[in-house]
Antibody, heavy 122, light 113 residues
Framework: QLQLQESGPGLVKPSETLSLTCTVSGASIRTRDCFWGWIRQPPGKALEWIGTIYYNGDTYYNPSLKSRVTVSIDTSKNQFSLKLSSVTAADTAVYYC??????????????WGQGTLVTVSS | DIVMTQSPDFLPVSLGERATINCKSSQRVLDTSNNKNYLAWYQQKPGQPPKLLIYWASVRESGVPDRFSGSGSGTDFTLTITGLQAEDVAIYYCQQYYSIPDSFGQGTKLEIK
C-alpha cells in the first residue's frame, strides 16, 4: 500500500525558508506513471496547488509562488522535497504531499500524506 | 490561470435526500484530442487530507460508493450524491488539471439538515 509522509519543522520565522520532505513507501518514486506534488491549505481555507515534480527532475510550479519555490527529488531515498523561501504569515498552512496521476491516464491526486501544519511566526 | 467557482458554499441536505454541488471553470477544461474533461472532485473531512472521488469529470475512483456521481463538460460540472448518508458530511472541492497551475474551487460544505 502506497503511503506518503511529510516531515519538517512546524514553526518557521518570517523571511526564512520553509523546508519539508515527503517520504514515499510502498512504491518506487522512480516511476514514469505519475508525478509527485505539494498542495497547501491555510487554516479554514481552500486548497492551493504549489507544484509537482517528475522522476527525472522536471518541475512545474504555481506562477504565484514560482519565484520562491523549489521542489526536488531524491530517488535514492524515495523522497521529494519542498523549499519555500522568504516566508510570511500568509504561508501558514497545512502542507500536503501527494501522488499526482498523469492526466491523460486519469489524473487527480490519489494518494496523500496526512499533512503537516507549518506556522510562520517569530 | 483557470478559476474554479463552486456553488453553493454551504449545503444542508436531509438524510436520504440528494445533494447537488456545482462547479464552473473560467475556461474549458476539455481536451478535444481525447474528449476528456480534466476535472476532479474531492471529499475532505475534518483533520484529514482530501480524498479523490471522481476524475475525468465522471469516472468514479475505485472504492467510491456509487451514490457519488459526476457529470458535465466544458466549463460546467456537477457532483451529485444520491441517498445522503451521515458519513458524507464533509467539504467537497472540484479541481481542474487541464492547465498549470492546477486549481481548486473554494469548497462546498455539506451538512445534514
Amino acid at each position: 500500500q502506497l503511503q506518503l509522509q511529510e516531515s519538517g519543522p512546524g514553526l518557521v520565522k518570517p523571511s526564512e525558508t520553509l523546508s519539508l520532505t515527503c517520504t514515499v513507501s510502498g512504491a518506487s518514486i522512480r516511476t514514469r506513471d505519475c508525478f509527485w506534488g505539494w498542495i497547501r491549505q491555510p487554516p479554514g481555507k481552500a486548497l492551493e496547488w504549489i507544484g509537482t515534480i517528475y522522476y527525472n527532475g522536471d518541475t512545474y510550479y504555481n506562477p504565484s509562488l514560482k519565484s520562491r519555490v523549489t521542489v526536488s527529488i531524491d530517488t535514492s531515498k524515495n523522497q521529494f522535497s519542498l523549499k519555500l523561501s522568504s516566508v510570511t504569515a500568509a504561508d501558514t498552512a497545512v502542507y500536503y504531499c501527494a501522488r499526482v496521476r498523469q492526466k491523460t491516464k486519469s489524473g487527480g491526486e490519489d494518494y496523500w500524506g496526512q499533512g503537516t501544519l507549518v506556522t510562520v511566526s517569530s | 490561470d483557470i478559476v474554479m467557482t463552486q456553488s453553493p458554499d454551504f449545503l444542508p441536505v436531509s438524510l436520504g435526500e440528494r445533494a447537488t454541488i456545482n462547479c464552473k471553470s473560467s475556461q474549458r477544461v476539455l481536451d478535444t484530442s481525447n474528449n476528456k474533461n480534466y476535472l476532479a472532485w474531492y471529499q475532505q473531512k475534518p483533520g484529514q487530507p482530501p480524498k479523490l472521488l471522481i476524475y475525468w469529470a465522471s469516472v468514479r475512483e475505485s472504492g467510491v460508493p456509487d451514490r457519488f456521481s459526476g457529470s458535465g463538460s466544458g466549463t460546467d460540472f456537477t457532483l451529485t450524491i444520491t441517498g445522503l448518508q451521515a458519513e458524507d458530511v464533509a467539504i467537497y472541492y472540484c479541481q481542474q488539471y487541464y492547465s498549470i497551475p492546477d486549481s481548486f474551487g473554494q469548497g462546498t460544505k455539506l451538512e445534514i439538515k
